[in-house]
């Protein structure tokens, strides 16, 4: 069975840290990229950043550019995104997503398989 857990999502005040974790289960996580994205209430779901389990290709949205860093531990087939100074606009549902083949993209519709998703609120 395929899965990908998220966890670390809570609340915390601006300017504060979280880092969030993706495990992966079921499926070669060499063969896949994972991507986060995340969707605040009333708004489209927002790609923010990607890696290759090599971390070898990395994106990051502008929105959390410098803030914000994506790492991949194979030996533990888990993605990290560490979020740094943060803000109450980054408050969102955040989801990892698994897409075949490693490819570059932000649109949710070519990812394969999705997680639940974890709650993240800043507070200002």
């Known amino acids: 069975e395929v899965q990908l857990v998220e966890s670390g999502g809570g609340l915390v005040q601006a300017g504060g840290s979280l880092r969030l974790s993706c495990a992966a289960s079921?499926?070669?996580?060499?063969?896949?990229?994972i991507g986060w994205f995340r969707q605040a209430p009333g708004k489209e779901r927002e790609a923010i950043s990607f890696?290759?389990?090599?971390?070898?290709?990395?994106y990051y949205a502008d929105s959390v550019k410098g803030r914000f860093a994506i790492s991949s531990d194979n030996a533990k087939n888990t993605v990290y995104l560490q979020m740094n100074s943060l803000k109450p606009e980054d408050t969102a549902v955040y989801f990892c997503?698994?897409?075949?083949?490693?490819?570059?993209?932000?649109?949710?519709?070519?990812?394969?398989?999705w997680g639940q998703g974890t709650r993240v609120t800043i507070s200002s």
């Open positions: 997503a698994a897409i075949l083949g490693g490819r570059l993209s932000t649109k949710s519709s070519d990812y394969d398989y």
């Open positions: 079921g499926f070669t996580f060499d063969d896949y990229a």
């Open positions: 890696t290759t389990s090599d971390n070898g290709i990395i």
